[in-house]
């Protein structure tokens, strides 16, 4: 689009460290340094969040701790698989095309890719390898909560049975992070990097 500047692929310029104040200076360097995923600087949604720099010193951290737990350890099988049904409901191109690979290379079967993607109804129980009680209770979550006015009870008890409260939460925090990210992708028309496959077909 007409409006999508080059060096940060969205509807503003990529902020730069010196444009800062000194306070916007150290979130900008808990962000980007050598041992952060943005070790070689911003891209995507996170250099949006950056024209608040508060914003970006809170939503980072959470990030973080939604996507890999407090320890590093949380499944990320079950990550992504919380997320693309986000993707696939939100219409997210930029989204699905960024963790369709992240979730294949976590171990995420094949066939439940194409399910979501393509939104089709979740199989019965254990017609599927891959899709087991905790599979479909993270999709159906994902989904009610995307999609409907609010989570049923049985998926309710489900989750909080499979996860505990604290795991509840967690993913519940998970799903909600994602929508905020796809509301920056919106806002700020952020665009994938040239060349890349965008694999979610749009109704």
């Given at each position: 689009?007409?409006?999508?500047?080059?060096?940060?692929?969205?509807?503003?310029?990529?902020?730069?460290?010196?444009?800062?104040?000194?306070?916007?200076?150290?979130?900008?360097?808990?962000?980007?340094?050598?041992?952060?995923?943005?070790?070689?600087?911003?891209?995507?949604?996170?250099?949006?969040?950056?024209?608040?720099?508060?914003?970006?010193?809170?939503?980072?951290?959470?990030?973080?701790?939604?996507?890999?737990?407090?320890?590093?350890?949380?499944?990320?099988?079950?990550?992504?698989?919380?997320?693309?049904?986000?993707?696939?409901?939100?219409?997210?191109?930029?989204?699905?095309?960024?963790?369709?690979?992240?979730?294949?290379?976590?171990?995420?079967?094949?066939?439940?890719?194409?399910?979501?993607?393509?939104?089709?109804?979740?199989?019965?129980?254990?017609?599927?390898?891959?899709?087991?009680?905790?599979?479909?209770?993270?999709?159906?979550?994902?989904?009610?909560?995307?999609?409907?006015?609010?989570?049923?009870?049985?998926?309710?008890?489900?989750?909080?049975?499979?996860?505990?409260?604290?795991?509840l939460k967690d993913l519940v925090g998970l799903i909600g992070?994602?929508?905020?990210?796809?509301?920056?992708?919106?806002?700020?028309?952020?665009?994938?990097?040239?060349?890349?496959?965008?694999?979610?077909?749009?109704?």
């Open positions: 689009p007409s409006d999508i500047h080059e060096d940060s692929l969205a509807r503003l310029p990529m902020i730069t460290r010196e444009a800062l104040d000194s306070d916007g200076q150290r979130v900008f360097d808990v962000i980007v340094n050598p041992d952060s995923r943005y070790a070689t600087g911003l891209r995507g949604p996170i250099g949006m969040w950056m024209y608040s720099p508060r914003v970006a010193e809170h939503l980072f951290p959470a990030s973080t701790y939604l996507r890999y737990g407090a320890d590093g350890t949380r499944d990320q099988r079950l990550t992504e698989l919380a997320i693309l049904p986000a993707a696939r409901s939100l219409d997210s191109l930029y989204e699905w095309s960024a963790h369709e690979p992240l979730g294949r290379n976590a171990g995420l079967e094949d066939e439940i890719i194409e399910i979501l993607r393509h939104g089709r109804p979740i199989p019965p129980t254990d017609s599927m390898p891959g899709l087991g009680e905790t599979e479909r209770t993270i999709i159906r979550m994902t989904l009610d909560l995307i999609d409907e006015p609010k989570l049923s009870a049985e998926v309710f008890r489900a989750a909080q049975r499979i996860f505990g409260n604290k795991g992070h994602y929508t905020t990210v796809n509301y920056t992708l919106k806002t700020f028309d952020v665009q994938r990097p040239p060349g890349s496959q965008l694999t979610l077909p749009l109704p």
